[in-house]
């Protein structure tokens, strides 16, 4: 496997909270309600002249914070839409779509309340995305070493 | 979203490139200019970026200047992002908390 060929300094960020909704509510208040609680004063692209984030749920649905201005920053895309106990997004605040990293968040049922579970993935391994680019850089290297070593 | 000047710095696909191929293979910058179609200055530039994210650091072999990958960096990366989702998710469990002390049958509600 590749994984095997890649250095791997730094692990996926995994986090995790227990809250006491149900799953369904849980689900919803962490995608579609996401204005009500986000802590956009300080977590945004804009910070104080962040006006509010739209959470559109379904797949393919973009993530993004709406300025004061009126303009927006897209934060990330939904790439697996399961309600109610799962969706995984690209993230990229402040970024490009192709520089994007992974997040996935996870809702499961613990007695009446949910434990809701993030990983933050791919960050650390900027190597395993670059793949294809460094094949073509790799093969570029090899070229040039090659006239050397002929 | 105050990303990181780390996450910053690797989000040029060039930058992320040569910072990869310094965590392989330690090089000089005229090696790296031989190695990816960009020209000497711009690898100097995309170093200069990555140095002052702390991405990549500098030793000297001789006369030669031989740039690898600082660790460093990258733990204040993760050490920033953790505090990011830590944020997050005390937010949403505030929240959370609160909206379920307001309506004892949540979830019931729909």
Request: charged letters at 30%; hydrophobic letters at 35%; a neutral charge.
């Given at each position: 496997?590749?994984?095997?060929?890649?250095?791997?300094?730094l692990p996926?960020?995994?986090?995790?909270?227990?809250?006491?909704?149900?799953?369904?509510?849980?689900?919803?208040?962490f995608t579609e309600e996401i204005a009500t609680w986000w802590p956009l004063e300080t977590h945004s692209v804009g910070e104080k002249n962040a006006e509010t984030v739209t959470f559109e749920c379904k797949t393919s649905g973009q993530i993004f914070e709406t300025l004061k201005s009126g303009k927006t920053s897209l934060w990330g895309t939904v790439q697996e839409w399961e309600p109610p106990n799962r969706?995984?997004?690209?993230?990229?605040?402040?970024?490009?779509?192709?520089?994007?990293?992974?997040?996935?968040?996870?809702?499961?049922?613990?007695?009446?309340?949910?434990?809701?579970?993030?990983?933050?993935s791919g960050w650390e391994t900027f190597g395993e995305k670059a793949e294809e680019t460094r094949g073509r850089y790799d093969k570029g290297w090899d070229d040039v070493l090659g006239k050397y070593v002929g | 979203m105050g990303y990181d000047k780390a996450l910053e710095a690797l989000a040029d696909p060039t930058r992320r490139a040569l910072f990869e191929r310094l965590g392989k293979t330690p090089s000089s910058?005229?090696?790296l200019a031989a190695a990816f179609p960009i020209s000497?200055?711009?690898v100097s530039?995309?170093?200069?970026?990555?140095?002052?994210?702390?991405?990549?650091?500098?030793?000297?072999?001789?006369?030669?200047r031989i740039y690898q990958v600082n660790?460093?960096?990258?733990?204040?990366?993760?050490?920033?992002?953790?505090?990011?989702?830590?944020?997050v998710l005390t937010a949403f469990g505030e929240s959370a908390s609160k909206h379920s002390g307001g309506t004892p049958n949540d979830s019931t509600t729909d």
């Open positions: 496997m590749i994984q095997q060929q890649t250095k791997r300094p996926p960020l995994v986090k995790t909270i227990t809250v006491p909704l149900s799953v369904e509510h849980a689900f919803r208040r969706v995984v997004f690209s993230w990229h605040p402040g970024g490009e779509p192709d520089t994007a990293t992974e997040v996935e968040i996870t809702f499961s049922d613990r007695d009446g309340k949910t434990e809701v579970v993030m990983t933050h | 910058v005229g090696e000497q200055p711009a530039q995309h170093l200069r970026v990555l140095r002052e994210a702390e991405l990549v650091r500098v030793k000297k072999e001789g006369t030669r660790d460093r960096g990258l733990s204040a990366l993760r050490a920033y992002l953790d505090s990011f989702w830590q944020d």
